[in-house]
T-cell receptor, first 121, second 113 residues
């Protein structure tokens, strides 16, 4: 199946600094990528939809100025957590749908990255 | 809005036991339904999916049937193995151009030898 990578796999930073997380689709192009946040023992919460060539779409309650998303190319989206604080510590996961070709978007398969563990001290 | 409800966990079973993980959903229209699995230390992987009512998704011995009348998509396996120990997420995807996934809370399955 298709592969999505994330870098770094984990990062520890000081409060107030910014952290950039990369999400790459390795063997397919993705005009859309999704960013999720997963708290311990909880489900994935969609944060935003990253769109190649246009602005990201953020879910209600997600601060767009804090979580900057840039979809630089058809294979790369980045999430930058600006001025990170301890409450931003979480597991961040990206996904990219691989289009099924001629079928509706809802039947596409989404491929997930392995996640990035962010710890803010 | 759309939502997915999974049974509470964790679940611990002995090897070769029968597994059922319940999942019900609330959505408008005709969503696609998915089961994702997250093995320790790894990212989510698609386990199986169903795109319309009465469809049965199956993979690796797991099965789930899209039941529109009961808005359910329960996951079953006849004989679990230790290697099935993981977190299982039920999810749905909206119709049309929106392929966002809505996840259930996930359930941890531990299989004892």
């Amino acid at each position: 199946g298709a592969v999505v990578s994330q870098h770094p796999s984990w990062v520890i930073c000081k409060s107030g600094t910014s952290v950039k997380i990369e999400c790459r689709s390795l063997d397919f192009q993705a005009t859309t990528m999704f960013w999720y946040r997963q708290f311990p023992k909880q489900s994935l919460m969609l944060m935003a939809t990253s769109n190649e060539g246009s602005k990201a779409t953020y879910e209600q309650g997600v601060e767009k100025d804090k979580f900057l998303i840039n979809h630089a190319s058809l294979t790369l989206s980045t999430l930058t957590v600006t001025s990170a604080h301890p409450e931003d510590s979480s597991f961040y996961i990206c996904s990219a749908p691989q289009l099924a070709g001629g079928r509706s978007a809802s039947t596409d398969t989404q491929y997930f990255g392995p996640g990035t563990r962010l710890t803010v001290l | 809005g759309d939502s997915v409800t999974q049974m509470e966990g964790p679940v611990t079973l002995s090897e070769e036991a029968f597994l059922t993980i319940n999942c019900t959903y609330t959505a408008t229209g005709y969503p696609s339904l998915f089961w994702y699995v997250q093995y320790p230390g790894e990212g989510l992987q698609l386990l199986l999916k169903a795109t319309k009512a009465d469809d049965k998704g199956s993979n690796k011995g797991f099965e789930a049937t899209y039941r529109k009348e009961t808005t359910s998509f329960h996951l079953e396996k006849g004989s679990v193995q230790v290697s099935d120990s993981a977190v299982y997420f039920c999810a749905l995807s909206g119709t049309g151009a929106n392929s966002k996934l809505t996840f259930g809370k996930g359930i941890t399955l531990s299989v004892r030898p």
